[in-house]
């Protein structure tokens, strides 16, 4: 899968989008397989439409913060979880929909653990 992320942001990032998306395409595979009767009957979006669809649910983006560069790794589509990175101070926060940042105690290594099981649980 082609990386959407910026080339200046961080590799954590990067290593965390990349999980995000990679966790998107399996949730997309499973939805595949799960449809494939349903699809049959060409009543459905071909297989690479709901592909395409998945991979572009990806966003990362920057916005400059008083405490410096915020750094987003979320969907485009759904208010799900964004997990969020301040390269200033190292750290990572997580934010549930609608809700107040939560710092991750665990750091980079929970984003990217977050990240690899945010579609598929």
């Given at each position: ?19 995000w998306a990679?966790?998107a395409m ?54 799900c979880t ?40």
């Amino acid at each position: 899968m082609p990386d959407k992320t910026p080339t200046h942001a961080p590799s954590q990032v990067h290593a965390v989008a990349t999980a995000w998306a990679n966790s998107a395409m399996t949730a997309c595979t499973a939805i595949l397989a799960d449809e494939a009767a349903l699809r049959a009957s060409g009543n459905y979006d071909t297989d690479e439409q709901i592909r395409e669809f998945w991979r572009s649910r990806l966003f990362v983006d920057v916005d400059d913060t008083d405490d410096g560069p915020r750094w987003v790794v979320g969907d485009n589509y759904e208010r799900c979880t964004n997990l969020i990175h301040y390269p200033d101070s190292g750290e990572w926060f997580t934010m549930p929909n609608y809700g107040n940042e939560r710092r991750m105690r665990g750091g980079f290594v929970e984003a990217l653990a977050t990240a690899q099981i945010i579609w598929t649980g």
